[in-house]
């Protein structure tokens, strides 16, 4: 069973291959190497993961550089926490009553639900208005006529 470990606070200025070498130097053969990047700027966001093969192989490497300065900085690594799984609806709920936002994917369209009101409000005019616009009408009537 292979062990997923996180690797925090590398460097910017860290590809993949760097982080493989480090830890190929420190514990032989690696399964996988990951640096979580920045979708902008393709920098590394100050950690990652490497996954090994075995329980023993992902404790001696904790050991040995966990703590370590690499390119000046100070290697912190444990074991990964295993990824979350969303909860099914037939199954479980979810445990807090705050839902993750939805994404409009409406995005600089009109809403049909609103749109209906939205035209309803422009033929009809603001009642506080109305004798103000009248007059601006009958205003502009008499400058256009002859």
């Known amino acids: 069973m292979s062990i997923r470990l996180y690797v925090g606070n ?20 690696l399964a996988s190497t990951k640096v979580v990047t920045d979708r902008k700027t393709g920098k590394c966001r100050g950690f990652g ?6 329980e023993e192989q992902a404790d001696q490497l904790i050991e040995k550089l966990n703590g370590q300065a690499f390119k000046d900085s100070t290697l912190k690594i444990e074991k990964a926490l295993p990824k979350a ?22 995005r600089g369209k009109a809403r049909s639900n609103t749109a209906p009101y939205a035209q309803a ?14 007059k601006l009408k009958e205003l502009l009537t008499a400058q256009t006529q002859p």
């Open 10 to 29: 590398l460097p910017k200025e860290l590809d993949r291959d760097e982080l493989a070498a480090l830890f190929t130097e420190a514990a032989g053969e």
């Open 49 to 54: 993961f490497v996954t090994v093969e075995t």
């Open 85 to 106: 799984k969303e909860p099914s609806s037939e199954h479980q709920a979810p445990t807090s009553n705050h839902a993750a936002p939805r994404r409009n994917n409406n």
């Open 121 to 134: 409000e422009a033929a009809q005019p603001d009642p506080r208005w109305a004798d103000e616009l009248e």
